[in-house]
């Protein structure tokens, strides 16, 4: 086999988890982020937003609102 034929290799799928989470963990301890490429949107209703803008914030969406859309109490 010469360089320029294309390898593919088959991933052990808990090799692959424990590499991302390495790389996860790694720039945590380097930056304090998690990289773009393993967060997600969140999707709340009618409300979009980026998984990191929560952990940012402190907020993180649980399973009871994930759902739900709010109710406002007008006082009617």
């Not at 963990?25 to 937003?49: A, E, M």
């Amino acid at each position: 086999m010469d360089g320029s034929e294309v390898m593919h290799r088959l991933w052990n799928r808990d090799l692959a988890a424990v590499l991302n989470f390495r790389h996860i963990l790694n720039n945590l301890r380097y930056d304090g982020t998690i990289p773009v490429r393993f967060t997600r949107v969140i999707r709340i209703g009618r409300i979009r937003r980026q998984a990191e803008e929560n952990l940012q914030e402190g907020r993180r969406p649980t399973q009871a609102t994930a759902g739900k859309p709010l109710e406002l109490n007008n006082g009617i």
